[in-house]
């Protein structure tokens, strides 16, 4: 089975071909980050026109290196959210277009899904359901127990920024580029991580929730009251430093409870996925691996490549729900509507609708 995925939701215009036995055909993926770096953000009237205007491009391209046109594929599939709506729409729209041209299936992918299970995109010993999953990208921190495809049970999640919005808003404020992630890890790597007394936001509370502006506030005054002027590039690295000390100290108090609950409910499983952009940050992976050691657990990291938005894992995404449940049930409506909001885990009816009269 060959099926094509297409990521729009946030600033990577991106496609990719790929095969039910775990391989990436091809795949391209234009990152807009020179037109969203004079903001020091994505700015999703510039994100959209970008989408509009390249998605059809990556497409093609991406079909090309493949080497197939599209009725030689088995389906085609695209991110319907959650994320900034005007992407959202350009994506399933293109795909919509190639399958109602082509007379191909159209899946709508959860975005996260797609980061959920972008682990298991590799040919041979692939990673078992069960696992414990940290999604940790721009828009998302949350950690799910992954049953299988379409099965999440959510334990945590941030109850403010997500970790990379952080990372991505000191990078911001100390002035030192766009995209935050990439500019704060490389920042930090000259820095003195124990300079200055950062708190550790959640650190030991009951269960398995995040917050991280907090985080993000004492930096930020920190830097405000450093001796006036231009911070000191040291002032910075160890602003950086100091910063992912604390978040990563964070992570593996809350990965620490996570991990109870996850083998009290699955005593014989013991895998630990990361997943999303700062996923594929190494001082974040090195402290996580503490942990996983400690607790003699398996990390389980994929590529860079598939941390960031991708649009692999939502082909891959679409392939495991069809080899689960055939093409018919998988298969979405072409009247599927783009969802801006789409929690993994939706929350049981019998709860979101407690104490509201019929
Ligand atoms: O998964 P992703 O590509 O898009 C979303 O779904 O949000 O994640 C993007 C986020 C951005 O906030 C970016 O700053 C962060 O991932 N990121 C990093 C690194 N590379 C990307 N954060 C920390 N360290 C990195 N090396
Ligand atoms: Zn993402």
């Given at each position: 089975m060959i099926v094509l995925g297409i990521e729009t939701s946030c600033d990577e215009t991106a496609a990719a071909v790929v095969s039910s036995d775990g391989v990436i055909i091809a795949e391209t993926v234009l990152s807009q980050l020179e037109q969203h770096r004079p903001f020091g953000g994505v700015v999703p009237e510039i994100a959209a026109r970008a989408h509009l205007e390249y998605a059809d491009a990556v497409v093609h391209k991406t079909m090309e290196k493949a080497g197939l046109d599209f009725h030689e594929l088995d389906a085609v599939a695209a991110t319907a959210g959650p994320g900034l709506i005007g992407g959202v729409i350009i994506g399933i729209m293109t795909a919509k277009a190639i399958a109602a041209s082509s007379n191909l299936p159209f899946l709508a992918i959860n975005h996260m899904e797609g980061h959920a299970l972008s682990?298991?995109?590799?040919?041979?010993d692939k990673v078992k359901f069960p696992y414990l999953l940290l999604l940790i990208s721009g828009g998302h921190c949350q950690l799910q127990i992954v049953e299988g495809c379409g099965n999440y049970k959510r334990l945590g999640t941030t109850t403010d920024d997500a970790l990379g919005e952080a990372y991505d808003k000191i990078a911001k404020m100390l002035g030192i580029?766009?995209?935050?992630g990439p500019a704060v890890e490389a920042a930090a790597k000259k820095g003195d991580a124990s300079r200055f007394n950062l708190p550790r936001p959640m650190k030991g509370r009951i269960g398995c929730d995040f917050s991280f502006s907090g985080l993000k506030t004492a930096v930020r005054q920190i830097a405000l009251d450093l001796p006036e002027g231009p911070l000191l590039k040291t002032d910075i690295a160890d602003l950086c430093a100091g910063f992912q000390m604390a978040a990563g100290d964070v992570l593996a108090d809350r990965i620490n409870h996570a991990l109870d609950i996850f083998i009290s409910e699955h005593p014989t499983s013991n895998s630990l996925v990361l997943a999303g952009g700062v996923a594929s940050n190494q001082f974040i992976r090195k402290r996580i691996q503490i942990l996983a050691d400690e607790r003699s657990i398996e990390l389980i990291t994929p590529p860079n490549s598939l941390c960031t938005d991708n649009g692999a894992m939502i082909a891959w995404a679409a392939i495991e729900r069809i080899h689960d449940v055939g093409i018919d049930k998988a298969r979405d409506n072409l009247n599927f509507k783009p969802r801006p909001r789409w929690p993994l885990d939706p929350i049981a009816p019998k709860a979101a609708f407690a104490g509201i009269k019929a």
């Open positions: 682990a298991r995109l590799k040919k041979n580029g766009y995209p935050g």
